[in-house]
Each structure stands twice: as C-alpha cells, then as structure tokens.
C-alpha cells in the first residue's frame, strides 16, 4: 500500500496539484487509520515535501479494499459526488457569494488538492486529497454520542453557512445552480425510485420505537392523533421518503446529507471551548429541504433533555446565523417556514438516526447481535442493535417528533 501511495503522489505532485514546476522530494505516511469511515473510505495521513521547499500535511482518501463493501456502499457515487463538489459546486457557490469583509460568515472547509474517480477496475486507485485540518487545530470531539450545547451551537452556525451559499447562487444565478444540481447522485433511490432500503426497514424500526414509548408511556400517547399520524408515515415509507426527501421550492438548498457528529471538527479557544466548525465528507450530498441536515444532526447529538429545554434555541441559532449569512434581497425561510420544513422532514433525521444512534450504543459482546449477524433478513440486525438503551433512544425520538407534531407529510414535491 505505501509503496503504491508514494509512487501515485510522485505523479501527482508531477502533474502540478501541488504548484507548477515542481517534484516530489519526500512522502511519508504517519497514520493508516481513520475512526467511523471505513467502509465509505480508507483514510491515509502524509507528508509531503515538494522541490520549491514547501510541506503539506495531508489526508488521502481512498476506496474500501474490499469489492463487496465498495459495491455495497456505492463508493463511485460517493466520490464521485465529493469530486463535483469540490472541482464545481463549492467553486461556483463561492463565486456567486464573492469577497468577504474580514472573513466574516467564512464557511471552513478542508483545502482540497486532487481526485480521481474512475471506478470499476480501477477503483482501488481512485482517490482524493486534502489538507490535514489537524495541523489548523481541528479536531473531533471526544469519544462520545452527544454534543453539550457549545457545540451544538458552532456546527449549526457552520451548516447554516453552507445553506446560505445556495441562497444566494440561486438569487444570482439560478439556471447554473440548477445544473450544478442535477450532477448531484442520489443515494437514497435506485433508478427504478424504489428506496434502497427494502424489507419494510423503516416500518419495523418505528415500530421498534413506538412500542417502547407506548410501554413506558402509553396513556398519554396510544390515541395521539399524532402518532396515528406518524404510523401512516412509518407504513409508506417509500412514498413518506420520497416527498420528504424531495426538492421543496423555493426553500431547497444543497444539502450535507449525512450532517452528524462525525462530519464536523472543531477549533477551541484558550478556554476550551468550540469557536469554529469545518465540515467534511460531502459523499451524500442532495438537492431539499434545509431541514435534512438539521434534522438529521439534532437527532443524532443530542439527549432527550436537550430537545425538550433547548430545542428552539437551537433552531434560533441556526436562523439567525443564516440570517448574518444571506444579503438583503434574497430568499431564505423565515423562521416559521423553518418549523414549517422541520415538520415537513424530520422523518428523514428519525430514518438516519435510527441507524446511527444504535450503531454507537452497541455491544459488541451481546450474544443476541452476534446471532443476528447470520440472520437472512439483515433487518434483524438493527432491530436488536444497540440493545435496551437504543431502543430507549429511538422512543425518545419518536416521543420528540409527537410532540412537535413533526409528522405532516409533504403536500407536493418541487
């Protein structure tokens, strides 16, 4: 493997993604090893030395050794989509914001410097390049599931950033941004539309959840209109996903769609406390509602008490940073048409959750889930992943979205 990265960066740095003119002199890989990606990427930190004497701290991307978890996961999409993003979108989107006064409202990104995606045969030397962020100081939290409200605060701010980009490129020039769109690949929908995600999946997982909230609470909520309503949703959930997932106009902006804990580093001031988020791994990218990524974040970093005490603070943040982020004269959601989206696709945050919250709170040692793992329905899996105290998160989401009544399916799709 380093013999293969060393002589692929030799010609790379050759063909000038490192500046014009000049070689290679050094590559040294420090760290194969990257926590939550592997099965999207294998992760290689270098350095580089080039002959003008300059030094790069790098991260290498590259596809999963394996061909089953490549096919399996779509790899090509994936690159492909963080290629496009980089060598198109982000350029673009940062053309139609232009110059920043004393970088105000700056979106932080790593610093991208080649990619490659060719696929098939060839897909064991695609890759992509960028930055070490942490050699600026970024970094991931500490090893745990939910964020303290600091945080949650810093990586809203620096999502609503993003957002705003596409605010704005669709004021300036909105018939490119609608190109730049359409190159965006759906990872949610095979191209026939059915949801990728089969065997009644989102069926069983709510009702995983619902159960156990009717258990520990069922007078309160066994004839809630409410979650009647989010039965229904749970019942077709390739018809709930598709609107949800769907372009709502004129409020669609390009989305993260995969915005969690493990997308997001962070600087710290003297105190140690977060003052700015870059965000990363743009594979899942889409084409909706702000409220995907919003959704999807809040569900997966934050406790039970955190939603019921700071839940509109929360959404007040990411609506007024926003705010700061688009100029006078451009459309964005005010703030009751962000409740609005919230409610409309929430669905979307339970459906990743649901997965992700479990997956960290597993026991690798509970014999249940190492019978499971040879289950012919994969579905099985999930359904007992996580244990207990999954399940009790699950029941929190779902009591969440019952009381903010986050169940009003989309009427029409944009």
Not at 217 to 227: A, I, N, T, V
Not at 361 to 378: A, F, Q
Request: aromatic share 10%; proline share 3%.
């Amino acid at each position: 493997m380093e013999l293969f990265i060393k002589t692929e960066i030799k010609a790379i740095v050759a063909e000038g993604a490192f500046g014009k003119n000049c070689n290679l002199v050094s590559f040294n890989v420090y760290n194969e090893n990257i926590e939550k990606k592997e099965w999207k990427y294998k992760a290689i930190f270098g350095d580089i030395v080039t002959s003008d004497e300059n030094h790069y701290s790098v991260l290498i991307k590259l596809k999963n050794r394996d061909q089953t978890i490549r096919d399996s996961s779509e790899s090509d999409v994936l690159f492909q989509n963080e290629l496009n993003f980089y060598e198109k979108i982000i350029p673009f989107l940062l053309e139609c914001r232009g110059p920043l006064v004393n970088g105000v409202n700056a979106l932080s990104l790593p610093r991208f410097f080649y990619g490659r995606n060719n696929g098939g045969e060839l897909a064991e030397k695609d890759l992509i390049i960028f930055e070490n962020v942490n050699t600026l100081c970024y970094h991931f939290t500490e090893d745990q599931i939910f964020l303290d409200n600091n945080h949650l605060i810093i990586a809203l701010q620096a999502i609503a950033k993003f957002h705003g980009l596409s605010y704005i490129a669709k004021h300036k020039n909105a018939s490119r941004f609608r190109d730049m769109m359409a190159d965006v690949q759906d990872l949610q929908f095979d191209g026939n539309g059915h949801w990728m995600a089969q065997n009644d999946m989102l069926k069983r997982m709510g009702k995983r959840s619902v159960d156990r909230l009717l258990e520990r609470d069922g007078g309160r909520y066994r004839d809630h209109e409410q979650l009647h309503r989010l039965n229904k949703l749970f019942d077709d959930a390739t018809e709930t996903l598709r609107r949800a997932l769907g372009a709502h106009e004129p409020l669609s902006v390009l989305c993260h769609g995969d915005y969690s804990r493990g997308s997001v580093m962070f600087q710290y001031d003297d105190c140690g406390r977060p003052s700015d988020a870059l965000v990363m791994d743009f594979f899942e990218l889409r084409y909706g509602s702000p409220a995907l990524d919003l959704s999807l974040f809040l569900y997966t970093t934050t406790t039970q008490q955190v939603r019921e005490t700071h839940w509109d603070n929360l959404l007040d943040a990411y609506w007024t940073a926003l705010t700061a982020a688009v100029p006078p004269g451009v459309r964005f959601p005010d703030r009751a048409e962000l409740d609005a989206e919230m409610a409309a696709s929430a669905i979307v945050g339970f459906v990743g959750a649901s997965f992700i919250l479990p997956y960290k709170l597993r026991d690798n040692s509970d014999p249940l889930l190492d019978s499971m793992v040879t289950s012919e329905d994969p579905v099985d899996y999930f359904l007992v992943l996580g244990g207990d105290v999954g399940t009790e998160c699950l029941a929190d989401l779902v009591q969440h979205m019952v009381d903010m009544a986050y169940t009003q399916p989309c009427k029409a799709l944009g």
